[in-house]
Structures are given as C-alpha cells and as structure tokens.
C-alpha cells in the first residue's frame, strides 16, 4: 500500500515527455512528386503520399524537469486534398485499405509502450482542433528497428470536432511519458519512412523504393567478450571470443585491440589471440573487443600479467633398480620450479630391444619376457622446458617374478549405501613382480554394487550388511588379498530450519507461540531449543515448546526469537518480533508513534517493515486511522493493551 502511494505521487508529478512531430510536405504539392522518380506515387499506387520526414533524437527523461525529446513543426501549404487522392470520402472518413506506414527505432520500448499520447492528422492548422487521431501506443515500440503499419481507419474523429479532407494541413506524432520508473533514463527515438500506402498493392523493390532507405539501418546494441577476466604468464597465450548484440543484419566481426602494454611482443591476433611478450613490463592489461558496424560500442577483458614459469630440475626416483623379465617397477619424480610451473613430465624408455618393453605415462616400466637388453635407461622430461630431465638405470635380469602375497588396503572399512571408496592393491614377492590385478566383489545383493578400477561403488539399494572386496594378482591369480567393507545406511542431515511466524509484533504481558520446521534427509530429528534475545525484562522467556511470554515491562523495541536444530546447531532461524505500537523503535508507545502513523497515512513518512509491523495495532494488514486512534487511546488509558 505504501508504494502505491508513493507512485500516485509521483505520477501527479509527472509532466509529459514530448515526441512532438509536426511535419509538412512543403511547398511542392504531393501529387508532383511522380515527375522526378522512377517509381509511382498517387492514387492507383502502393505509395500514395511520400511525407519525406526523418525523427532522430536521444533525451534523458526528467520527472521534475521533463523537455520535448524532439519539437519539429513546418506548415502545409498550401493544404492537401486527401479527399482528392482517393483516401477520404467527401464525409471525412479514411477509407479502408489504407495505412500510415512508419520505420520506428527504439532502445527503451517498454518507456514508449507504457506512455500515451496520439498520432494526429488536422485540418486546423495546429493541434487538437478538426483532428482525427489514434493512440501512439499502438504503434507496438520494440527494441530495435521495426516497421509498422496503422490502418487509416483506425484513426477516430477528436471529441465533437469536424475533419475536412479537403484541407489537410498538420500532423504530429506525440508520446507522453507518465511512468517514474524511467526518469532519469537515456530515451534514443528514431521515425523514417513515414509514407501513406495502399496495402491492396504491391510494395515496389527496394531500387524503387521512394526515399531509397526500404532497408532498415544496422544496429548494434552491445559487444561481449569472453572470458572477462583471465592469469596469462609473460610468453604465454590466451584465447578470447567475442559476442554481438542487435538487429538487421550485423556483424558479429569485431576489431580486436589491447591497451595498457609496454611491450611491441604484446599483440593479439584478428581471431582474438592474445601473446603476452616475454619483456611486458605492465602487470594489468586491457583486452578490448569494438564492433565492426558500430565501433562505439566494445566491451573488455581484464588481464593480469604472472611472470613466466621456470622449471630448474627433475629427479627421477629410484636412480637405480633391477627388474626381471616380465616384471614391472614404478618410478617417481619431482619436479622443481618457481611462478607456477608444471609439474608434469613425459616418460620415455631407452636401450630395449623388445617391443614389450615401455614405459607408462604414470612412471610404471614394464620390462618384456623377450626383452635381451642388459640396460636400459628410464627418462622422465619436463613438458615446460625440454631441456630439463632426470634418467634412471635399470638392469635386466633373466629371473622371473614371483608373488607372494597381495594386500588390499583399506581393510576393514565402512560405506554408506549409494557412496564409493577406492582401494589400492600391493603385490610383493620376488624380482619385482607386477602390480598389476584383477578386482572383484562378493557378497552383494544389488546389481548396482560393482567394483570399477579399484574404486567399490555400493548400490542405494544394497540390502548385505557385509561385503568384500577381492585383487588377484595377474602372474599368479592364486595369490588374491581382500579386504572386508561393511555397509552402512546415511546418516541424518539437517539442511535447514524454518521459524513460523518469521514477523510478529509482541504485546506486554502477553504470550505468543512460535512453531519451527526441520527439514533434511535420512530421518533427521525434528526437535529444536528455543532462545529469546533482546528482552530487556527478566519476565520475558520462551519455553521448549516455542510459547513466547513477553514481561509486562518489557521495553525492548525487537525480540529475536531463534529455534537451533538439536542435530546440527549450526542450522537454525530467527523470527523477529516488533513491540506493537512503538513505530520509532524508543521502547515505549506515545504521542510520537501516533504522530508518524498520521504523517505515513497522508504521504509524509515511509516505514520499513518493522515500523510497519508496530504500526498494525489493529492487526488488520492496513495502516489507518484506526491505528492511529488505537495508539492515542492507549496513551490516555482508555484501553490496556491493542
């Protein structure tokens, strides 16, 4: 209710934005333009009136000083015949089939489409006076270019006002802006093409077009760029990508620039590719993006400058091993380095002669059953500087692997249904068998229970208790380590309290009840503690259950009422309770309070919403009189309490 009152406020404020079009066809009368165009224009034709006329304003709209976004007046003379051009009969009325056709620009249609006003056709020379007219609004604005058409019988006589068609000699367009919610807004109008036609006709190709302009003006509206913000080091690359906004026809081609660089390495490519030089200096950069159609319009992208990474070494671990035939070995590294450099590294295996000889991209050698090489080198290569490695030795040997025992850790564990684990498997034995196994999973009821390299995913619906998870060893499936894996149901989880009511206001002495609803998964308790804060009277306390009783001296202005999950305390809500009645939030009810609910009922004080609680003492949703009487009786002592 309060901002309704303050719209009609405003809206009593409101002066009109102008659009105020009054155009002539000069001194030349319509019927001779045929003679220098290529086209027809006059009864028979699609254009029966070319008016020639061109609007092209940009205004900020201001309630308090509203001005005419466009005043434009030329006189007709001498006065048209329209009655004569076959589009009124001798009673003054438009025929049908006829249309005022317009080409509109906008960059605010909900402002224009929100006002009123009217396009006017007079005989009067001025306007409102011998007028025919129709609303502007039903020129439909939108965002952007779009070409209307009004049927010339739409357009209805002025109050009790006479029109002669015989005597054309005035028109304008007007609009009216009456809405607060675009003062102060940047308002762009354009109009072109304001012709009569014949919409039973053809409208000729746009080489015979009477103005050369059928085609509708590019118009770019906004330019983004993507991402907006991005960390390139010095020599390091980004990718950019831009988007563009408008309508008939652009270009989503954009010029591409950087600004803030001290560096001539620093350069961005036609595509959006940006190269930071090795020597840039500048620690912020400017990527910026401008539209082919309309370089005015651009958009940005911050870049912060990191100094380049450098890698200064590689250590493979171990340096040495001795591996068997057929056997495997992991290797490790560690790289080392400063500005964020990268830890990874490419592997590569040297002085084999057996195909089954590699090495994997995860450090892991496996020598092959026919390998006759005595040495071999392992190699892990930075990926950031190539010049930067570390190479370990291995000696062959003809011994085979064997296994003596596979462990599966973790062992025992615990899962809750729908949940996953990982588990990791070590074989050991002789000649470095491989680590390499086979997993599996018994005991499971649910088709959903599986094991999937190494990780154990228990169905939702898993009804086993017990479950285990197995690893054979791929040399010797004989030898299999396990690990015991017991199923556990979700536990509870609190995601939120509500408090109801979330607003109230208290009166002395007098109890209220607060409920509080728990919400969560996996039959969380309901159950809540209770809190009150704020009070200034020992009197004042809630009970377990939620019953607020509020001391008869109590003066605080507001009580926080808070109900915290007994499950989880960090879930918990707050109501907020208003003395009633106290509008100014001093703890007491007096003549100030009575005072403030006036001004607020004619207009001259807001309230936020807890002045707005306090001030509902009649409970009714409304602030009025009553309240007001309400409060004053109080004071007196003429009733105890509201």
């Not at 165009?37 to 020639?52: E, T, W």
């Not at 509109?104 to 007028?131: F, H, K, R």
């Not at 969560?520 to 159950?527: I, K, L, M, R, V």
Request: proline share 4%; with cysteine.
């Amino acid at each position: 209710m309060i901002g309704r009152k303050k719209m009609m406020k405003k809206t009593k404020r409101a002066l009109a934005l102008i659009l105020s079009v009054i155009l002539t066809l000069g001194l030349t009368p319509l019927m001779s333009l045929t003679a220098s165009a290529a086209y027809a224009v006059g009864p028979g034709n699609y254009y029966v009136m070319d008016l020639g006329y061109t609007v092209n304003a940009v205004k900020t709209f201001n309630m308090e000083n509203p001005q005419a976004l466009t005043n434009k007046s030329v006189v007709y003379s001498p006065a048209q015949n329209w009655s004569a051009l076959g589009i009124c009969d001798a009673g003054g009325a438009f025929k049908s089939g006829y249309a005022l056709q317009l080409d509109l620009y906008t960059d605010n249609p909900d402002a224009l489409n929100a006002g009123n006003g009217q396009v006017e056709i007079t005989s009067s020379g001025t306007c409102d006076v011998n007028e025919m007219n129709v609303q502007a609004n039903e020129l439909n604005w939108q965002n952007g270019w779009v070409r209307r058409q009004v049927p010339l019988t739409d357009f209805r006589l002025n109050n009790s006002d006479s029109f002669n068609p015989m005597n054309v000699n005035y028109f304008r367009i007007y609009i009216n802006l009456m809405d607060p919610r675009y003062d102060q807004i940047p308002i762009t109008v354009k109009i072109v093409n304001v012709r009569v036609v014949d919409t039973g006709k053809t409208a000729p190709a746009s080489a015979d077009d009477p103005i050369g302009n059928d085609t509708l003006p590019v118009t770019v509206t906004g330019v983004t760029v993507s991402p907006t913000a991005a960390d390139v080091a010095k020599g390091g690359t980004q990718i950019f990508a831009a988007s563009v906004t408008g309508t008939n026809g652009f270009s989503q081609a954009v010029n591409w620039g950087i600004a803030n660089r001290t560096s001539a390495n620093t350069v961005i490519s036609a595509d959006g590719v940006l190269t930071v030089g090795k020597d840039e200096t500048a620690q912020t950069l400017y990527v910026v993006a401008s539209s082919a159609d309309d370089g005015g319009k651009i958009a940005k992208a911050t870049v912060t400058v990191k100094e380049a990474p450098v890698v200064t070494g590689v250590t493979v671990s171990p340096l040495a091993a001795t591996v068997a035939k057929g056997g495997t070995q992991t290797f490790i590294v560690k790289v080392d380095g400063m500005n964020g450099y990268p830890q990874t590294v490419t592997w590569s295996v040297s002085g084999n002669k057996s195909n089954g000889t590699s090495v994997s991209e995860d450090g892991v050698l496996t020598v092959g059953l026919d390998e006759t090489a005595v040495t071999l080198a392992v190699t892990a290569t930075s990926t950031l500087d190539l010049s930067k490695n570390s190479t370990a030795t291995v000696a062959v040997t003809d011994i085979p692997p064997t296994v003596d025992e596979v462990t599966v850790l973790p062992n025992p564990i615990t899962i809750v249904k729908g949940d996953h684990h990982a588990f990791a498997a070590t074989v050991t034995g002789t000649n470095n068998p491989p680590q390499t196994v086979v997993w599996g999973v018994t005991g499971n009821l649910s088709a959903d229970t599986i094991m999937l390299a190494g990780t154990l995913y228990v169905g939702a619906d898993e009804t086993e208790a017990a479950l285990t998870v197995t690893a054979a060893s791929v040399i010797d499936p004989s030898k299999v380590g396990t690990a015991e894996v017991t199923v556990a149901d979700p536990a509870p989880m609190v995601t939120g309290v509500r408090v109801s009511p979330l607003a109230a206001t208290y009166r002395r002495g007098k109890d209220m009840t607060f409920t509080a609803t728990v919400y969560g998964q996996y039959d969380y308790p309901q159950t809540v503690t209770w809190e009150v804060e704020g009070n200034t009277s020992a009197d004042t306390s809630i009970s377990e259950d939620g019953v607020l009783t509020v001391g008869a001296d109590e003066t605080a202005a507001v009580l926080a009422v808070t109900a915290t999950s007994t499950y989880d305390i960090s879930k918990f809500n707050t109501a907020i309770v208003v003395m009633a009645g106290d509008v100014n939030g001093d703890g007491k009810v007096d003549t100030t309070d009575a005072r403030l609910v006036l001004q607020n009922i004619v207009g001259k004080a807001e309230f936020n919403d807890g002045q707005q609680m306090a001030a509902d003492v009649s409970g009714d949703d409304t602030i009025n009189t009553v309240d007001a009487r309400l409060i004053l009786q109080y004071i007196v002592g003429k009733i105890s309490g509201f």
